[in-house]
């Protein structure tokens, strides 16, 4: 089983700022890697996938990047509703499909 | 757009069977995969199975002597069925479809399933 690392568990990041999320593959997963975003009460919502490629609707600030085992979910110019909890999955090696244990982005 | 509902029981009793059912609407759920993933308060996602039209699986390793998913085509939906719950199955439960590269999107809005006697 591929087990995702995700760091830091919380980030506390200004509006307006730049965050940075960083997601770690036990082995190589290629390309194979998602990016989700939750807010409370709500559902996943994907935002990523192929590593860098946005979903449909997704803002251009949400970038994605990596190959391998390391990947990043940057979000530059940070707006109030990008305040959330957000999950890298790899889909390379399965089953299982896994996920990260999460990231949560707080308001600083 | 195709949307996704949960529905079946909040409340199971340890050892008795999980059932929910997900609906799919504004589209068929024909020509591709669906999966139901887990979570359980406060932690993170856990991949359940998927289910193809043809009623083809693939379930995670960690619950396979356990899961059984079933599609009905002509209702739209498909189904989960988990057998000998304990308090560990206590979780939200979402519904999703399967990209063909196994990303998931949408993703319905989830149920809470609560197991406890």
């Known amino acids: 089983e591929i087990v995702m690392t995700q760091s830091p568990a919380t980030l506390s990041v200004s509006p307006g700022e730049r965050a940075t999320l960083s997601c770690r593959a036990s082995q190589s997963v290629s390309s194979n890697l998602a990016w989700y975003q939750q807010k409370p009460g709500q559902a996943p919502r994907l935002i990523i996938y192929g590593a860098s490629t946005r979903a449909t609707g997704i803002p251009a600030r949400f970038g994605g990047s990596g190959s391998g085992t390391e990947f990043t979910l940057t979000i530059s110019s940070l707006q109030s509703e990008d305040f959330a909890v957000y999950y890298c999955?790899?889909?390379?090696?399965?089953?299982?499909?896994?996920f990260g244990q999460g990231t949560r982005l707080e308001i600083k | 757009q195709v949307q996704l509902q949960e529905s079946g029981p909040g409340l199971v009793k340890p050892s008795e069977t999980l059932s929910l059912t997900c609906t799919v609407s504004?589209?068929?759920?024909?020509?591709?995969?669906w999966s139901w993933i887990r979570q359980p308060a406060g932690k993170g996602l856990e991949w359940i199975g998927r289910i193809y039209i043809s009623g083809s699986t693939d379930y995670s390793p960690a619950l396979k002597s356990r899961v059984t998913m079933s599609v009905d085509t002509s209702k739209n939906q498909f189904s989960l069925k988990l057998s000998s719950v304990t308090a560990a199955d206590t979780a939200i439960y979402y519904c999703?479809?399967?990209?063909?590269?196994?990303?998931?999107?949408?993703w319905g809005q989830g149920t809470l399933v609560t197991v406890s006697s």
């Open positions: 504004g589209g068929s759920i024909s020509s591709t995969y």
């Open positions: 999955q790899q889909y390379n090696n399965w089953p299982p499909i896994t």
């Open positions: 999703a479809r399967v990209n063909v590269h196994n990303w998931f999107d949408p």
